[in-house]
């Protein structure tokens, strides 16, 4: 299935790599904290319970090692006011962080205080639009973050854009040269979605990036299954539906799922550490180095020893 593919990117963010064929390294599952309507939020100027952050974000680090995948967070900033608390807050964790806000005065302080707070080297910008200002662009050039989100998608124009070769054409002509500017040395790739259907459209984007670029690439299934929560479909369908579109993306080429809110977690890794070990054996029998951190070598051996038990 990957066979066609161009050479794969790889970049190493803090002790993590992102990138190369699916299942050849660990999915990343990103959460998200501290949005509008985050219950550890006690106010857009970005007081939180930190007991609480701290033990969702320990949880969820707890779950992705014990399937051997990596977890990373979407710091999505309510406010400016609220940059300095919550950058101060996050810096403690050697995870992967995506610096994020609706708003790009708000991202390009996120960067700049990430430089303030020696942490460049662990961030990674989200994101890079076709219409960032250059406030934005200066403040991600001086920061010294290597890496950035190219946000595939044209939000004047999302009919059009959400075609995946018009979403091609985007990172080619817009995007690419705007992460240039910015000195970004990495990029991840973004598919935007933007409604339960179109994450199809996204996973064909994504094995399109993937082939043709070898860009790291993936999505945000939350922003169309958001509404999807246990209270209205139960335990069994939130399982069923947030883990078979994270397996349906992961099999695409998505080298990392933005989940949601970062409890939801456990209804995604299961599913996709299972898609990563299997992945990840086709890889071993052709010769590939699996790490000991692998799906393949810490989720996949009980499933393998319960077989052989049987």
Not at 84 to 97: G, H
Not at 115 to 130: C, P, S, V
Request: proline share 6%.
């Amino acid at each position: 299935m990957y066979d066609t593919w161009s050479g794969q990117a790889k970049i190493k963010i803090g002790n993590y790599i992102i990138g190369g064929y699916p299942g050849e390294n660990p999915t990343w599952l990103i959460g998200s904290i501290f949005y509008l309507g985050d219950k550890i939020l006690l106010n857009e100027r970005g007081d939180f319970d930190k007991q609480q952050a701290r033990k969702k974000i320990e949880e969820a680090i707890n779950i992705a090692n014990e399937h051997g995948l990596v977890f990373g967070l979407d710091v999505v900033f309510p406010s400016i006011e609220s940059v300095e608390n919550i950058m101060s807050f996050i810096s403690e964790y050697d995870i992967p962080l995506f610096l994020d806000s609706p708003d790009p005065t708000i991202r390009a302080k996120s960067y700049i205080v990430a430089k303030t707070l020696g942490i460049e080297k662990k961030i990674i910008a989200n994101g890079l639009y076709i219409d960032s200002p250059e406030e934005e662009i200066e403040a991600l050039r001086s920061s010294g973050i290597e890496t950035a989100v190219l946000m595939a998608f044209n939000p004047k124009d999302p009919l059009r854009s959400i075609e995946p070769q018009n979403r091609l054409s985007l990172i080619n002509e817009k995007l690419l040269p705007l992460a240039e500017r910015a000195g970004v040395k990495n990029v991840l790739v973004d598919v935007i979605v933007i409604d339960p259907a179109s994450i199809g459209l996204s996973g064909e984007t994504i094995y399109l990036v993937k082939k043709l670029h070898g860009f790291p690439a993936g999505c945000a299934p939350a922003n169309a299954l958001g509404p999807i929560s246990k209270k209205k479909v139960g335990v069994e369908q939130m399982y069923v539906i947030h883990g078979t579109t994270a397996s349906f993306l992961r099999i695409m080429g998505s080298d990392y799922i933005m989940y949601g809110p970062v409890s939801r977690i456990k209804y995604v890794a299961p599913s996709v550490a299972l898609i990563d070990s299997l992945l990840g054996y086709i890889w071993k029998r052709r010769g590939a180095k699996i790490s000991r951190e692998h799906p393949l070598r810490k989720y996949f051996k009980n499933i393998q020893g319960a077989f052989a038990k049987s």
